[in-house]
């Protein structure tokens, strides 16, 4: 009998921490991580009668969820003859709970980054400007004064040909050209090269277990031991809530 209380007030604490857990579910899937459900009020289009028909919802979703859970496993204790139902629900309850505690470790990361002053550096525009050196923009005008100069000179006959003005030009311009593509591509490296910090410092912002089974993964699969680790962190995540959320439906099963 005393087993007995202990599997009743188990039971009941289960259905708390699945009602929660469902709560999480349903308003990240209708309002999105409530961090930031303030940011409702600051649409003009939004009501506070409308935001709170939308959470009323939400409650309602995890409280049926929940029940329909708590009830059929109590049943499933007596009768065992609903595999089925069983599958589905825990199929779902394996995923409502993936899906709310991933959205939670997503909230978590970001919310670190904004107090990381590095991390923000890297968000912020740059004022790169891409153009040719004032020299070289002196010479290719003297060469084009030059060359117009000797056309001119050239259709009154008082010159041969311009054929060394038009190939100095040319070879200004070109060396112009060149300079303008060195430019463009050390300018997208050094974007490139922000975006992998970012990234980087993005994943790190997860727990250490989380970052560790996505070194793993990258290990596993041959990317690596640099940041490769980085393109792994969802699956390191998921792999991470999985196991946490397999662990909950058979400590409440049993």
Same mark, same amino acid.
């Given at each position: 009998?005393?087993?007995?209380?202990?599997? +009743?007030?188990?039971?009941?604490?289960?259905?708390?921490?699945?009602?929660? #857990?469902?709560?999480?579910? #349903?308003?990240h899937?209708?309002?999105?991580?409530?961090?930031? =459900?303030? %940011?409702?009020?600051?649409?003009?289009?939004?009501?506070i009668?409308?935001?709170?028909?939308? @959470?009323f919802?939400?409650?309602?979703?995890?409280v049926?969820?929940?029940?329909?859970?708590?009830? &059929?496993?109590?049943?499933?204790?007596?009768?065992?003859?609903?595999?089925?139902?069983?599958?589905?629900?825990?199929?779902?309850?394996? @995923? &409502?709970?993936?899906?709310?505690?991933?959205?939670?470790?997503?909230a978590?990361?970001?919310?670190?980054?904004?107090?990381?002053?590095?991390?923000?550096a890297?968000?912020?525009?740059?004022? #790169?400007?891409?153009?040719?050196?004032?020299?070289?923009? *002196?010479d290719?005008? $003297?060469a084009?004064?030059?060359?117009?100069?000797?056309?001119?000179? @050239?259709?009154?006959?008082? !010159? +041969?040909?311009? !054929?060394?003005? /038009?190939?100095?030009?040319? $070879?200004?311009?070109?060396?112009?050209?060149?300079?303008? +593509?060195?430019?463009?591509?050390?300018? /997208? %490296?050094t974007?490139?090269?922000?975006?992998?910090?970012?990234?980087?410092?993005?994943?790190?912002?997860?727990?250490?277990?989380?970052? *560790?089974?996505?070194?793993?993964?990258? *290990?596993?699969?041959? $990317?690596?031991?640099?940041?490769?680790?980085?393109?792994?962190? #969802? =699956?390191?995540?998921?792999?991470?809530?999985?196991i946490?959320?397999? &662990?909950?439906?058979? @400590?409440?099963?049993?």
């Amino acid at each position: 009998m005393s087993h007995n209380r202990q599997y +009743k007030g188990l039971l009941a604490l289960a259905m708390i921490v699945t009602l929660i #857990s469902y709560l999480f579910f #349903s308003g990240h899937l209708k309002l999105g991580n409530p961090l930031y =459900w303030g %940011e409702y009020f600051n649409k003009g289009e939004v009501t506070i009668v409308s935001f709170w028909f939308m @959470l009323f919802s939400v409650i309602l979703l995890g409280v049926f969820l929940a029940w329909v859970k708590h009830f &059929a496993y109590s049943h499933f204790t007596t009768y065992r003859a609903i595999a089925g139902v069983m599958v589905t629900l825990i199929g779902f309850a394996l @995923l &409502a709970e993936m899906f709310a505690a991933l959205e939670d470790q997503k909230a978590k990361a970001d919310i670190q980054l904004e107090g990381n002053a590095a991390y923000q550096a890297t968000i912020q525009p740059t004022t #790169s400007s891409i153009g040719a050196s004032p020299a070289l923009s *002196g010479d290719i005008a $003297a060469a084009s004064q030059r060359l117009a100069r000797c056309q001119q000179n @050239l259709a009154a006959g008082r !010159e +041969k040909h311009c !054929e060394g003005d /038009k190939a100095k030009l040319a $070879a200004l311009e070109k060396q112009q050209n060149v300079s303008l +593509k060195a430019q463009v591509e050390a300018t /997208k %490296e050094t974007e490139q090269m922000r975006y992998d910090r970012q990234d980087k410092m993005k994943a790190d912002a997860h727990n250490d277990f989380i970052v *560790g089974i996505a070194k793993f993964y990258a *290990g596993i699969f041959g $990317a690596g031991a640099g940041n490769e680790y980085v393109g792994f962190i #969802s =699956w390191a995540n998921i792999t991470m809530m999985l196991i946490i959320a397999i &662990a909950f439906e058979r @400590l409440h099963a049993f």
